[in-house]
Structure formats: C-alpha cells, structure tokens
C-alpha cells in the first residue's frame, strides 16, 4: 500500500513564499508521473503542475511556482513564490505509482495541506 504524505502549507502574505513537500512511501517499484493539484471552496479541483522528464504548469501559477522533484527520496516539491489571495486553496500531490513489478499503475493522492493566502 502506498501513501503519499504532503507538508509545508500554512498561512502566508501575499508576496510571500511557501515550498511544499510530499514524501511517497509503501510498496514502490517505480514512479512515473508526481504533480500537484488545488481546490479552492466551491470550485473544482484543478491542476497546479506536474513532472516526469520536465515540468509543466498552468497557466495561472507560470513564473512563481516550480515543481521538482527528488527520486531517491521519492519526493515532489512545489515551490511557491509572490504568492496571491487567489492561490488560496488545498493542495493535493498527485503520483502515478506502480506497486510492483507487473502490476498496474496506481493514481494515488494525498490528503492534502491548506495553502492560505492573506492580502
């Protein structure tokens, strides 16, 4: 079984930063694709960014979020800068896993940090 466990939210500034951490653990052969996604209240969830070989981002967070990612550690980042109001939200990390060999790919989530932004 596999967990993904994210840190690193809290309630920060406008302008200001936050980096957020999620940490894979459990039955893991391989990882392929790790990302981020957020729901604000009375919205959908929607993507942030995510990696494999590169980074991809929406459009709303490109220039002050970046993703990356740490695989002997099986970690995904989310650097957040000049933050805004509006990335107000809880962020759920995202993992494509396969639990071991020859079985199939998992779509596993976190459960989520509250990322709060303050004008």
């Known amino acids: 079984q596999v967990q993904l466990v994210e840190s690193g939210g809290g309630l920060v500034q406008a302008g200001g930063s936050l980096r957020l951490s999620c940490a894979a653990s459990?039955?893991?052969?391989?990882?392929?694709?790790m990302g981020w996604y957020r729901q604000a209240p009375g919205k959908q969830r929607e993507l942030v960014a995510t990696?494999?070989?590169?980074?991809n981002y929406a459009d709303s967070v490109k220039g002050r979020f970046t993703i990356s990612r740490d695989d002997t550690k099986n970690t995904v980042y989310l650097q957040m800068n000049s933050l805004k109001p509006e990335d107000t939200a809880v962020y759920y990390c995202?993992?494509?896993?396969?639990?071991?060999?020859?079985?199939?790919?998992?779509?596993?989530w976190g459960q989520g940090t509250q990322v709060t932004v303050s004008s």
């Open positions: 990696i494999t070989s590169g980074p």
């Open positions: 459990g039955s893991i052969f391989s990882i392929n694709a």
């Open positions: 995202n993992a494509y896993i396969r639990p071991s060999w020859g079985k199939p790919w998992d779509d596993c």
